[in-house]
């Protein structure tokens, strides 16, 4: 095979890429009608997701925050467009290996697809569909890019192309290149031009009959920039169409507009009012409660499941006397009570920002559990989500009396999307990954001996009680502060045991004993402040945090991984 010199590299580069949109185009436009979550793109991510080990996911965690998933999403995109690049310009000096390489590309998705949770056969199509039109797209592509020249053979293209040009839309003018009769598929953006193949009917994608343009150099045929240029113009409207069109069809309309639906039915047990002075309303200090579009976001998912909640129900079935299914609608009929919880990460670095605290609305998980009749030896309650997430959350846990929630809402709204609507779990006193499960569908009763939850094989451990800390909001650390009274101030933590004092100390001197907020109730952060004389010169500034059992937050550093970040939050300030 020789090297055919017609088509330049950028040219056979762009005709792949433009194909490679095409492809997921279709993808996305097919997954959006059949099930978004097959969509290759974001199953591909998933598996990355999943198979990230602990130290990397830390790194993106803290590099990226909560913009993780659009970094992952934007690097697969980068790395599947250099692919189709370099397929493009194989493809160029011979079309079979551009569709090889889609074919490869193709096998990649699907295999990514059928090995996410809750995978059917069906998942395969909007791969295969997006894979087949891409390759026709290339096809296409290369076929229209290069035509006959019928003026004399050239031996370099570049001599003779632009010489040749002019007789060859002269010679198409004529219409002596005909459009095969097989080539019934549409052009997209074509304007009806026509595939010049003399010699082979021309059908896009047909590997015997493959273009004579496709094999050297040394037969009369020229690169036809315009050509190309419109074809790409055509594949580009297809793919942003289909794209568009996909998600569209991906059900994020009806969640949302289900969502503004939802009338909220009041508590049965509503939250005390807050007590006078849980908010200091000092600048700067997180405020007691967490606004939902402020409220941190973690999980696993790549794109957030939009879940119908009239599709919705919750199963509960396993070690129990009784299985039993409740629907949305049951769900907002029971008694409903109301409570401030807040919310931690375990990938939380001490004085990290993946804490909020939020008044939620939700059944109370023990009232349905008691109605299903937990049996004797189940110590697990192993939640999924829509999208395959797991949680395992101890029974004794749930079933003591505190608020663990069954929760419909947050802060007197619907949950939002991202944070699990239509139901999401809330447990006091646990980190999320073991208890917080968001668009919560299937609990089944069982034993830590016999489940694992998707957190524990990824080494993190199986239980994650919270652990008391503290965190400085105020100095921000690095600050430059002017020399006097400063005021130091934060928020400290012990979920369902409660905050009894916090302390802080300058440069490693006397702890002082800093002023409490008050709190509804042991769940939830605690503000805490003081003023502080400071000197000039640089300062460290230290926290710790006692809890209501009188235990004092541990002074040794741990990492997140395997169960929560420990030490005391310091931060250095410059005093001027
Ligand atoms: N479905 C699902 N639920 C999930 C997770 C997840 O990855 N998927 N992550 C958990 C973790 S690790 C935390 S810390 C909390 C965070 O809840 P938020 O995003 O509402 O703040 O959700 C929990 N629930
Ligand atoms: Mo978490």
């Excluded at 995109?77 to 390489?101: D, Q």
């Amino acid at each position: 095979m020789q090297n055919n010199d017609v088509m330049p590299a950028w040219a056979g580069a762009l005709a792949g890429v433009v194909a490679g949109a095409v492809a997921l185009g279709v993808a996305q436009l097919v997954a959006g009608v059949l099930k978004p979550a097959a969509f290759p793109v974001v199953a591909v991510g998933n598996v990355v997701v999943d198979n990230t080990p602990a130290w990397l996911k830390e790194f993106a965690i803290s590099n990226f925050g909560s913009n993780d998933k659009t970094v992952l999403i934007a690097g697969v995109l980068v790395v599947l467009t250099l692919v189709a690049a370099v397929i493009g310009v194989l493809a160029r000096r011979r079309v079979a290996y551009g569709l090889v390489g889609l074919g490869v590309f193709g096998v990649v998705g699907i295999a990514a697809v059928v090995t996410r949770p809750g995978a059917g056969a069906l998942d395969v199509v909007p791969t295969v569909v997006g894979v087949g039109v891409g390759a026709w797209a290339l096809t296409w592509l290369l076929a229209r890019s290069v035509r006959r020249s019928y003026g004399d053979t050239p031996t370099t293209s570049g001599s003779s192309a632009t010489g040749a040009r002019a007789a060859a839309w002269s010679a198409s003018g004529t219409g002596a290149a005909s459009r095969a009769s097989g080539a019934s598929v549409a052009e997209p953006g074509g304007g009806g031009s026509s595939i010049e193949s003399p010699g082979s009917p021309g059908i896009p994608g047909d590997e015997a009959e493959r273009p004579a343009v496709m094999r050297t150099g040394a037969e009369p045929y020229v690169f036809d920039r315009r050509r190309l240029l419109g074809g790409v113009a055509g594949g580009v409207v297809v793919a942003g169409a289909a794209t568009l069109a996909g998600r569209v069809l991906g059900g994020r309309q009806t969640a949302e507009t289900a969502r503004v639906a939802v009338a909220l039915p009041r508590p049965s047990v509503a939250a005390k009012p807050l007590p006078q002075g849980t908010d200091f309303g000092i600048r700067g200090l997180s405020p007691f409660v967490t606004k939902n579009q402020d409220f941190y976001r973690v999980d696993t998912a790549l794109i957030v499941p939009h879940v119908d909640p009239r599709q919705w129900s919750l199963r509960i079935h396993g070690m129990v006397d009784r299985p039993v299914e409740i629907t949305y609608a049951d769900l907002l009929k029971r008694p409903l009570t109301e409570s401030y919880v807040t919310l931690t990460c375990v990938s939380n670095e001490v004085g990290g920002e993946y804490i909020g605290n939020a008044r939620w609305l939700g059944v109370r998980m023990a009232d349905v559990l008691r109605e299903a009749g937990l049996q004797s030896g189940a110590d697990m309650l192993l939640s999924t989500s829509d999208d395959g997430f797991t949680a395992g959350t101890p029974v004794d846990v749930v079933m003591d009396g505190r608020d663990a929630l069954f929760a419909i809402a947050m802060n007197g709204e619907a949950l939002p999307v991202e944070h699990g609507f239509p139901v999401r779990q809330v447990v006091p006193g646990l980190y999320g990954y073991v208890s917080a499960t968001k668009w919560v569908v299937d609990l089944k009763v069982t034993r830590f001996d016999q489940d694992e939850a998707y957190w524990t094989p990824r080494g993190w451990s199986a239980k994650g009680p919270i652990k008391t800390e503290s965190r400085i909001d105020l100095p921000k650390p690095g600050a430059s502060v002017t020399a006097g009274r400063t005021t130091i101030a934060g928020v400290a933590w012990a979920q369902h045991t409660g905050i009894d004092a916090v302390e802080v100390r300058v440069d490693r001197g006397e702890w002082r004993q800093a002023k409490l907020a008050q709190v509804p109730g042991p769940d939830t952060w605690r503000q805490w402040s003081l003023d502080w004389d400071l000197t000039s010169g640089k300062h460290t500034i230290e926290v710790r945090a006692t809890d209501a059992a009188g235990r004092t937050q541990t002074e040794q550093q741990a990492p997140p991984a395997p169960d929560g970040a420990s030490g005391w939050h310091a931060i250095q300030v410059n005093v001027t």
